[in-house]
């Protein structure tokens, strides 16, 4: 069997400042994500070399394989793949007259919830890591994004970002200024990514090389979003030919996520 060539199985973390007293250590770390998403292209390209069989064939497997398990989640099974296990979900209302009539889509909501397996957590702890050498930055360099909130004895503390309510980025290099029409900050869905919803300019509160402060456009719904900033400002907040963005290394969780229970091994299914 061929070994492949597209993965070299190590993780790098990116080291970002802390910026709030109430976290330990002088850096947190993040994973570095690479630039683009694989899809079964890529897969197929892998798989063939792997096997030594044709990409043709091998694309048609993952296809169908892809099929399979799709067919399976929506005819109300759990599945347990070598890297993940999870099912459908599901909810909604019903009122007593409704019971024996044929159940309202408007008032049911489907969806399926994916879980890493034992195997994957293992090959996570146990894979080589490293420490990314961040080049010098030149344009902006966009690190976290968070909202603030109080605990209960009046302390401040980090919140996942809510639609309607004030959300905070940091970074470098980030004050957001120029003529360029894709300049601001724009959210685009990890589950829809044709939605892309941009707050321009004259929406940014406090707008400094350091943090943008914002409300949160209320279409920015719970969920995982990609965040990029735009702008035509470089070093010292000056005015550059060239437009420069900067996206978060990891989606941003809007809203709070679904509870995962990590130290279940089967499916699961509501």
Known sequence: MNSGTIFNKTLSFIAYEVSMSTMPGDYYLKVKTQPVTLTNNEFSQEVAIRMNISQHLALGVIRTYADVVKDAIISGYGVNTEF???????????????????LDNSRIKANAVF???????????????????????????????YALTYDEEGNQVRTYPKAGNNIILTGNNLK???????????????????TSIK?????????????????????????????????????????????RSSS???????????????EQDGPVVQ
Not at 84 to 102: H, N
Not at 125 to 144: I, M, R, Y
């Open 84 to 102: 993940c296990y999870g099912g459908p979900t599901g909810e909604g209302t019903l009122d007593k007259a409704d019971l024996g009539k044929a």
């Open 199 to 243: 707050v321009s300019l004259s929406d940014i509160t406090i707008n400094q090389p350091q943090k943008l402060v914002f409300v949160l456009p209320t279409g920015v719904s719970d969920g995982l979003w990609d965040v990029t900033v735009t702008t035509q400002l470089g070093s010292g907040s000056k005015p550059i030919k060239t437009v």
């Open 115 to 145: 879980h890493p397996t034992k195997s994957l957590r293992e090959a996570l702890a146990s894979c080589p890591k490293e420490l990314f050498k961040q080049p010098a930055v030149v344009g902006p360099w966009l690190t976290d994004a």
């Open 248 to 262: 978060l290394p990891d989606p941003l969780q809007v809203g709070e996520p679904e509870e995962d229970d990590d």
């Open 176 to 194: 957001v200024g120029g003529n360029d029409s894709s300049i601001g900050v724009a959210f685009t869905s990890i589950e829809t990514p044709s």
